[in-house]
């Protein structure tokens, strides 16, 4: 049976979970969220691997070299959801299917944030579960691949 390649890509500031703003970003690190997200590869037919950035160049560039090597990303932008067409754009290049994740309801946030440039070519977007949204992102995205 193919194993799938599954990319956790996060934006930037994403680093600093369980420091920056925990009543908005909650008490769980990117090092708790990796160690729960290697507990439940290890459980399905898939090969996880995670990237972080604080740079929009690294997190393109990771995009960019993902091309017939990853087959489904789940992005957390972070900030570069609201700003960046140049992420939007490297998505459009490489065309893996991708889901965006949010751990906060951007929806009830600053008007700012209510601006995505990636929803609307993501094949779905979770946000205001925390670092539950990681897990069902993961789980949808084993269901999607499985189908196609
Ligand atoms: C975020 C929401 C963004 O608006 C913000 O800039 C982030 C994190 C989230 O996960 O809730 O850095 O993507």
Redesign the pocket.
Same mark, same amino acid.
């Given at each position: 049976m193919k194993k799938f390649n599954l990319l956790i890509l996060n934006? !930037?500031? /994403?680093n600093l979970l369980s420091l920056?703003e925990k009543n908005?970003?909650g008490n769980k690190s990117i090092s708790d969220l990796l160690n729960e997200i290697n507990l439940i590869s290890n459980k399905i037919n898939a090969r996880i691997t995670h990237f972080q950035s604080n740079a929009e160049h690294e997190i393109i560039n990771c995009i960019h070299k993902s091309y017939k090597k990853i087959n489904f990303i789940i992005l957390? !932008?972070?900030? /570069?959801? *609201?700003t960046s067409v140049a992420l939007r754009d490297s998505l459009l290049s490489v065309n893996i299917p991708f889901i965006e994740? *949010? /751990?906060?309801?951007?929806f009830s946030?600053?008007k700012?944030?209510h601006r995505s440039y990636i929803s609307d070519i993501a094949i779905g977007m979770i946000?205001?579960l925390g670092v539950n949204?990681y897990y069902f992102a993961i789980k949808a995205a084993m269901k999607y691949l499985v189908k196609i």
């Open positions: 934006g !930037p500031n /994403l920056r908005i970003y957390n !932008p972070s900030a /570069l959801t *609201h994740v *949010h /751990l906060s309801n951007i946030r600053e700012f944030r946000c205001g949204g």
